[in-house]
């Protein structure tokens, strides 16, 4: 038991000298708090250690999610909660919440020593708990009621309090957990469908209701299941004040939205998907956070988290501040954020947003907006030691996930090991590609010829990096149109050009991703405020699509040589990507733990061609194994019986050669039988 009679009073202090400097004649400065009631804490109670300081001010301590936010334990017997948080410019710090009426004298916060990290014990304060962080600073008379940076779980948006709460867990996904490694290695098939939860699907009863996360679980995992894919990606479900963010302003690193359930309702999540065998990425945003005076932004009356000069420490785009990367504690803070979601939450991967903003210092400003780093160059120094940092710690603790860069540049080695002056991501997205591609499909058809080489130039660099093929969220927001309207031609020629786009995507190397309802032909643009428009599937030309996008998955999955070498060139070869005059692309994919090879043939034009010879390198019958204009696909049929005889007769290199009817605007792909 706590000795009571030790426990005394604490007052607030008085104004500092710079406080009353800085105040304007006239105006009285006050104290953060007026009058302090004698209460039952222990601010002696501590569980953090010395070596937890010294790895946190060295920004090496990549698990302070254990040591600092509330904690619920007991003390001598006394259930109650332990608080600290890191606020060094501070002179008061506070605990206030719903059990003192939100009273800045209640329960006044002690400094552990030159470190900056307040702390508290308060029995009886229990689960459920709402709390905020009363700080005010010794600078410029600042005080502001901030919620915890290292929160658990935090009340439903509007509301901005953190509440004391748990990341207890019973898991069941061990299967998973197990051999996950075998599921997202360079040379496993990954196929990863790109969901928002809140407007993926919503309570057909009341369309304004978000489904919480047991909910939408098994519908989510049945859908992703019929669909074929592997993987789904989150976007960020980090807790944010604003919904229409998407989840990309976060103020709580360390916590699923409560929008959608607690934080054991989205490990129930995570647990029921990993047992359906399916991997979850999420989006993660070191990048940038928002401004709002709750969150961390001049979180002690100084520019703690955030870069102090505006020039490095606030993004012209987003209205955002930028993290300070230069800074240990903040290196320590975002890291121990990733770390939380791998360990806590049992998630696969992290996809880190808007790498680019990080790497240059000169990232959309103009000239004079920005400060050369000490060499003279454009490059954040800071945040590409944080970047490496992030990376080398993420595959220590957990070398069975994966990191993925969103880098729109061509930044050098993004995806190698620092070691080798990389940046130690296991995979960059190919923006260049999903760029080009979308630039081609929107052509007439007719026009094609003349920009063959928008679907070839990836060749160029497809090896360079391991590369993610991406359609995502981005293609179909802020007046850009659903992907399918973005498709030439009319109803008909956009769902053969959408079909045509898939499967060009899935034979080429890489791993993919595809944003929600583009799987069945979404028209409208994505709305963050409503569901999917799911009445869509009651029409077979939308039916169809999702079939192709199902039919495309597995084969990608069960073939070998579409999967196996997705970032080693061993497994690519032209055959001619030379014929623009009819837009036809030829080319061959193999796999290191078979000799079959998969001939793929790009039909880019509305005009059926007959008779047309392919090189090939193997003699025998090729069997049409998928033909994206089929009739369960809504499209026309055309297609070779089911497969074709190579010929002795000479072409693309090759001595033999395959005689093939192409359907329009379509993809075949055909496998060798090996005898």
């Not at 050098?412 to 590609?433: E, I, N």
């Not at 709305?527 to 009651?538: K, T």
Request: charge should be negative.
């Amino acid at each position: 038991m706590t000795d009571q009679s030790k426990l005394v009073p604490t007052t607030p202090p008085e104004p500092t000298p710079a406080q009353v400097e800085a105040t304007p004649e006239g105006v009285e400065v006050i104290p953060a708090v007026v009058e302090v009631a004698p209460v039952a804490v222990s601010p002696g109670v501590s569980i953090l250690s010395g070596d937890d300081l010294f790895l946190f001010g060295e920004g090496t301590h990549y698990r302070l999610y254990e040591r600092l936010g509330s904690h619920i334990m007991e003390v001598d017997g006394v259930a109650g909660t332990y608080f600290a948080v890191w606020a060094p410019n501070a002179e008061y710090v506070a605990v206030i919440g719903d059990w003192n009426n939100w009273d800045a004298g209640s329960h006044p916060l002690k400094i552990r020593g030159n470190s900056g990290i307040w702390e508290i014990f308060i029995p009886g304060v229990a689960k459920g708990a709402s709390y905020k962080y009363h700080i005010a600073s010794r600078y410029h008379g600042y005080r502001e009621d901030k919620t915890d940076p290292f929160g658990a779980y935090y009340e439903v948006a509007p509301r901005t309090a953190a509440v004391v709460w748990d990341r207890d867990y019973t898991w069941n996904d061990s299967i998973w957990m197990a051999t996950r490694y075998q599921h997202q290695n360079l040379h496993a098939p990954m196929a990863l469908y790109e969901v928002h939860l809140g407007s993926w699907m919503r309570d057909p009863e009341d369309p304004e209701r978000f489904l919480n996360y047991r909910e939408v679980a098994p519908l989510l995992a049945e859908h992703v299941k019929t669909c074929g894919f592997t993987h789904i990606e989150l976007l960020p479900i980090t807790e944010h004040p604003f919904y229409g963010s998407w989840g990309y302003q976060v103020t709580g690193f360390f916590a699923p939205t409560s929008r959608f359930g607690t934080p054991q309702d989205f490990m129930y999540f995570v647990d029921y998907l990993h047992q359906q065998g399916i991997g979850i990425i999420l989006d993660w945003v070191p990048s940038h956070f928002p401004t709002d005076g709750h969150g961390l932004a001049y979180f002690d009356g100084t520019h703690l988290y955030e870069h102090a000069d505006p020039r490095k420490g606030f993004h012209p785009d987003w209205g955002s501040y930028i993290f300070n990367y230069g800074r240990n504690e903040v290196r320590s803070f975002l890291i121990s954020s990733a770390i939380c979601w791998l360990d806590k939450f049992h998630i696969d991967g992290l996809r880190v947003d808007a790498v680019a903003s990080m790497l240059y210092l000169d990232y959309s400003r103009k000239q004079g907006e920005w400060i050369p780093n000490e060499y003279g160059g454009n490059e954040n120094i800071d945040a590409i030691g944080f970047l490496r940092q992030f990376n080398a710690e993420v595959y220590k603790s957990f070398p069975d996930v994966q990191t993925m860069a969103e880098e729109s540049t061509a930044w050098p080695m993004v995806s190698r090991p620092a070691y080798v002056g990389g940046l130690g991501f296991g995979y960059k997205w190919d923006m260049g590609w999903m760029h080009d591609t979308l630039q081609y499909m929107r052509r007439d058809s007719i026009f094609r010829r003349f920009h063959h080489n928008e679907l070839t130039f990836r060749g160029l660099y497809m090896f360079t990096e391991n590369y993610v093929l991406s359609l995502s969220h981005d293609e179909v927001v802020h007046g850009k149109g659903a992907l399918i309207d973005k498709m030439s031609g009319d109803v008909w020629q956009k769902f053969a050009n959408m079909r045509m786009l898939f499967s060009y995507m899935y034979a080429q190397p890489g791993k993919k991703l595809m944003f929600m309802g583009a799987e069945f032909g979404h028209w409208r643009e994505w709305n963050h405020d409503r569901g999917l428009d799911w009445n869509l599937l009651d029409y077979p030309s939308h039916q169809g699509l999702q079939r192709l996008v199902a039919d495309l998955n597995r084969l990608y999955v069960n073939e070998p040589a579409l999967h196996e070498f997705d970032c080693d060139p061993s497994g690519f070869t032209w055959v001619d990507a030379s014929d623009s005059d009819n837009s036809t692309y030829t080319f061959l994919r193999r796999g290191h733990s078979t000799s079959e090879s998969i001939l793929v043939v790009i039909n880019a034009t509305p005009v059926v061609r007959e008779q047309y010879r392919v090189g090939v390198p193997h003699a025998g019958w090729w069997r049409e194994i998928l033909n994206s204009d089929g009739a369960e696909y809504w499209g026309g049929g055309v297609g070779n019986a089911g497969g074709a005889m190579a010929n002795p007769l000479p072409a693309h290199g090759h001595q033999q050669s395959l005689c093939l009817t192409l359907p329009p605007l379509a993809v075949l792909f055909l496998k060798n039988e090996v005898v």
